[in-house]
């Protein structure tokens, strides 16, 4: 039996599984492999009107656009979008791990299950209701600066949306709340494979259940957090465009200004589409980089990669 009858078998035996997979592939064909075509016109001066084979070609004239004429622009968006990441890996990646093993040590099902449902929630939350909580919340006469007065700890009210220096802390605090439940799911599935056999073991050495979330479950799951945050480095160059572009406003361009949200406003806005996709190919080839590099890195020190 050659291989393509064997293949033809395996289509028909497992053709209802096959059948589930098709619109996922069907999904990812469409809207990431077809619009890579589109990205030559990042090295043309594109004109809808003269489609992208009748553009003029000008190789990488917007890339130097991007990193010479605008440079003043480059370096800040470029700097805010790493260090809001930066800050969301250093709080924010660790929040839903800690969260999962203190979920672990939780032996009451039933208080275990109502705290797991109340941590979802926030993430069904959809991004143009959380910024309008946190416009309102962290508004001069919001409840944030009311609670701070009653306490005595301000004077005057401060208002946070317009202050550049705390967009970061908000931004990334709110996203931690918003998906801390939700990203934990992932580590509690990981705990749940872990052999209770091992914590058999560890009660018998004497270990406590601190030593045994040490010793037992976080190496565990220690796999399991390796691959999740060789994703999350490859992302570093992304900023969720809609909450950034909802919560900013030219007062805090300064630390809020990232690379999506620059895009839009010359790609679209300025209407210079070669710009935008010159930028966002740019942004692409980072975070393509970061992942190779940071698995690479983890095949060599701890033996766990994506491939």
Known sequence: MNKWQELRKDLIRNRNLYLMLLPIVAYYFIFHYIPIYGLQIAFKDFNPAKGIWGSQWVGLEKFKEFFVYDSFYVWRIIRNTILINVYDIIFGFPAPIIFALLLNEVKNSMYKRTLQTISYMPHFISTVVLVGIILDFFSRDGLINQILKSLGLLSEPISFMTEPGWFRPIYVGSGIWQQLGWN????????????????????????????????????????????????????????????????????????????????????????????????????????????????????????????
């Open 184 to 307: 934990s799911i992932i580590y509690l599935a990981a705990i749940s494979n872990i052999d209770p056999q091992l914590y058999e073991a560890a009660k018998i050495d004497g270990a406590g259940r601190f030593r045994q979330a040490l010793y037992v479950t976080l190496p565990g799951i220690m796999p399991t957090i390796i691959i999740m945050f060789i994703l999350r480095v490859g992302s570093i160059m992304n900023v969720g465009f809609e909450k950034v572009f909802l919560m900013y406003n030219p007062l805090t361009y300064e630390t809020a200004d990232v690379i999506s949200t620059y895009v839009y406003r010359k790609g679209l806005l300025e209407m210079d589409y070669s710009y935008g996709a010159a930028v966002g190919l740019f942004n692409s080839l980072i975070n393509f980089a970061l992942v190779v590099l940071t698995n690479q890195l983890s095949k060599r020190f701890t033996e766990t990669s994506l491939w």
